[in-house]
Nanobody
C-alpha cells in the first residue's frame, strides 16, 4: 500500500507562482509520480508526470509553465507552477504507480492518489 501526502497549494494572483509537494510512503520503487487536477463537474485530467528515468509527460496547458521534480530516493515529487491563470484553479492530486508500463496522463493508469490540495489563480 502506498500513501501520498500533499502539501502546498493555496491562492495566488494571476501571473504568480505556487509550489506543491507530495511525499509517498512505499517500500517499493515508485516508477511514476506526478499530478492531476480536477474542477467541479469535470473529469480529472493529467497535468504532468515523471517516470523513474526522468521522462516527463506534460499537458499542453502545463508545458512551459509548470516544472516537475522528483527526489527518487525519498519518493517526493514537487510541482512548481508559474504564470498562474484562473484556468489553473482546481483541486490538484498527487498520483503514483509502481508498474513500469503505466506512466501516462491517463487517470486509469494510477492506482494511488492523494487526497488533493486546492489551487486558486485569482484575478
Amino acid at each position: 500500500q502506498v500513501q501520498l501526502v500533499e502539501s502546498g497549494g493555496g491562492s495566488a494572483q494571476v501571473g504568480g507562482s505556487l509550489r506543491l509537494s507530495c511525499a509517498a510512503s512505499s517500500v517499493e520503487r515508485i516508477y511514476c509520480m506526478g499530478w492531476f487536477r480536477q474542477v467541479p463537474g469535470k473529469e480529472r485530467g493529467g497535468v504532468v508526470v515523471m517516470d523513474w528515468y526522468a521522462n516527463v509527460w506534460s499537458a499542453t496547458s502545463a508545458t512551459g509553465r509548470f516544472i516537475i521534480q522528483r527526489e527518487f530516493i525519498k519518493n517526493i515529487v514537487t510541482l512548481e507552477m508559474n504564470s498562474l491563470n484562473p484556468e489553473d484553479t482546481a483541486m490538484y492530486f498527487c498520483v503514483a504507480v509502481l508498474s513500469e508500463a503505466d506512466c501516462s496522463l491517463a487517470s486509469a493508469s494510477y492506482r494511488y492518489w492523494g487526497q488533493g490540495t486546492q489551487v486558486t489563480g485569482s484575478s
